[in-house]
């Protein structure tokens, strides 16, 4: 998995790299700069972002946390490292929701109940976004070009191929046995012991909370809202740089963007795919490609400046926490 993440990595790297090459580095420049300082009202912005993810995660959380011992501030906080995380790092998306569970153990809560809800915040983040590409194929689809439908039937197709996956895992999870399989796999294959009750209290927490319908409908609306949110960093930079675009066409963008994040989720930080989406379907709404690498860098600058902030906001909670093993203030 480490040699894949490297890898596809490396792949990203040069992809992003061909297309600034590519592109009119001087237009773009000027493009950004444009901009000017209000460019850092998306940083402050995305807290939109992180907060609903965070009452989603909450709405999960109250069956094993009734005396709220991770507070809303402190899920929020938990939230912005994760995706710092999953951004930043080169941890193929995952381990951000590893950290998740960490962090939420210092506030007592059991890691199979950390775990389950996780779990299950990735499974409705699945289906979010699949039904967020369904708006952004279905907005692309309105698109008064004659070659849209002809140039994209394969993304679509894409797209659409990628539907079994959040429900196959649904299944899977609310079997209420994949863990324990997965336990009794691991200890044939590779001969390491791996606690039995541990897996069995993770499927039992799993399983719970997939029968939690009106939990598991809030927070997936919440999560969608979401995402929903990022479409209007894409208006308000286009805005900026003397391009406006209507906010149907940012939503059609920003889901695409989204989408195949998702689909690429072992690249770090996508590097290179957001930038192609941004490119591919721009073009459709009349961006030009220097513009809409600017727009990406403007998503790049979002996430260095905040996730930096969250990184050394966890590492200074870590040394801490190593120093004085108390529990970190919501």
């Not at 609903?52 to 507070?71: K, M, Q, T």
Request: proline residues 4%; aromatic residues 8%; charged residues 10%.
């Amino acid at each position: 998995m480490k040699l894949a993440v490297y890898v596809a990595g490396l792949l990203g790297i040069v992809l992003f790299t061909t297309l600034v090459i590519r592109s009119d580095v001087p237009g773009m420049l000027q493009t950004a700069l444009q901009g000017g300082w209000q460019l850092l009202w998306v940083v402050p912005y995305r807290t939109v972002f992180f907060l609903l993810y965070a009452l989603g995660w909450r709405v999960l959380l109250r069956p094993y946390d009734s005396n709220r011992r991770a507070g809303m501030s402190y899920l929020l906080w938990v939230t912005t490292v994760r995706e710092a995380i999953d951004r930043l790092l080169p941890v193929a998306s995952v381990g951000g929701a590893v950290a998740g569970v960490r962090l939420l153990g210092w506030r007592g809560i059991p890691a199979s109940s950390a775990s389950a809800t996780v779990i299950i915040e990735i499974l409705l983040t699945l289906i979010a976004s699949w039904l967020f590409a369904v708006v952004g194929v279905a907005l692309l689809a309105n698109i008064q070009a004659a070659s849209a439908s002809a140039d994209y039937q394969q993304v679509i197709l894409a797209l659409l191929l990628s539907l079994p996956v959040p429900v196959i895992l649904a299944k899977l999870l609310g079997s209420g046995k994949l863990f324990s399989h997965i336990q009794k796999w691991v200890i044939r294959i590779a001969g390491i012991e791996v606690p039995a009750a541990a897996a069995s209290a993770l499927d039992q927490a799993l399983r719970s909370s997939l029968q939690r319908r009106c939990s598991l409908l809030s927070a997936g609306l919440l999560q969608f809202a979401a995402l929903v949110s990022g479409a209007v960093e894409i208006w308000f930079a286009l805005q900026l740089f003397a391009h406006p675009i209507s906010f149907a066409g940012a939503l059609l963008l920003e889901s695409m963007v989204q989408s195949f994040r998702n689909l690429a989720f072992i690249v770090p930080a996508s590097l290179g795919v957001q930038e192609t989406v941004l490119v591919v379907f721009g073009h459709a709404l009349g961006i030009g490609a220097e513009t809409a690498i600017a727009v990406s860098l403007v998503k790049r600058l979002r996430e260095v400046l905040y996730g930096v902030a969250s990184l050394a906001s966890w590492q200074w909670a870590e040394g801490r926490r190593l120093r004085t093993p108390v529990e970190t203030p919501s």
